[in-house]
């Protein structure tokens, strides 16, 4: 049977497109998830080029493609050129045993999408609302809603968004762009930059080296040394993700001398975090033509204050931690209340966004500067 995939994107740059021959070599259609996104030339020149037909998802009133083909099926806002969903709907049928193959319409965040009473478990039935992506109801919880407002989610990886407004933007320096979410009839854009190890990281310096006793004890030992000594970490476990796209790169430890220690390599192993996060951080600062002046952050590392402030230090940028750690859950809560009618608009959750704690740059900007370059250039062995 003839391998088919279909290559997955929100705004690809013309890297990620070209970049590995063997990433195209069974693919049967381009897809993304937006026809408004300011990418329908690019996409479809790639795939002419290709011999393929392209796939666009977005609202029903989405513009038609360049070629003025706008295909829909059943209403469910899936735009095609050509006959692509007659070719790949009977496939996909046979594929999962099905009889039928129905695509769920795409609306609103801030939209009821249905009502359930759960099987019969509620007395009466209740809207179904507010559905986002982790990332993104994060943002929205943050309350970065204007235009040069970004957030860190902090995890196992992280998750690193720039608002940057009504108009997409495509990166030519290795970062997504994507939706932030589209609500009352506008789509808000973002730069994203994922980082596949973050907190991980600490977690392997714990599980796998022995080195900590616990992932708290990566604080401690980090404030037992003045510096790292020049040792960094790289934590390519799984490649390094943005801005770089090495899925290939391994983890590498480097500087390592005689008098080298585990608290300097806790230390470097936090240091990676901020170093990976100004990796994207800058680019998108220089593509926006904006300046961050502050970059709201959450997740469990976000409890780490020597982090904080290494990665204030870093940015040059205030770093502001607010009451709750996890937000993701919030921020479909919040789009699901406007859905509903709990709160009129943002506005009245304006008075929920309560600080807890923000981070200045205390370093000295040659230092700074020389850390970081040590950084790039370890980075720059994997490449």
Known sequence: MKQASIILGVA???????????????????????????????????????????????PRDAAPLPDGTRETDSQCGLFATGKVLRRFKLPLIELFGLKTLCMSEVTYANSIIGYTDIGGVLEHKVPLAGVMGDSHAALFAQQCWQKGMGKATLGTGSSVMLNIGYTPILSKLGLSTSIAWGMSGKVEYIFEGNINCSGDTIKWLKDELGIIGDVNQAEEYARLVPSTQGVYLVPAFVGLGAPYWLPDARTVILGLSRDSNKYHIARAGLAAMAYQIKDIVTPMQLEAEMSLEELRVDGGPTKNEFLMQFIADQLGTRIVHGSMDELSALGAAYAGGLASGVWPDRSALAAFWRPERAYERQDSERRIEKDYDGWRLAVEMLA
């Open 12 to 58: 690809p740059t013309r890297r990620n497109l070209f970049s590995r021959e063997k990433a195209i070599a069974h693919v049967d259609a381009l897809f993304f998830p937006h026809a408004n996104l300011g990418t329908e030339d690019l996409v479809c020149k790639v795939a002419k080029a290709m011999g393929l037909p392209v796939l666009l998802w977005g």
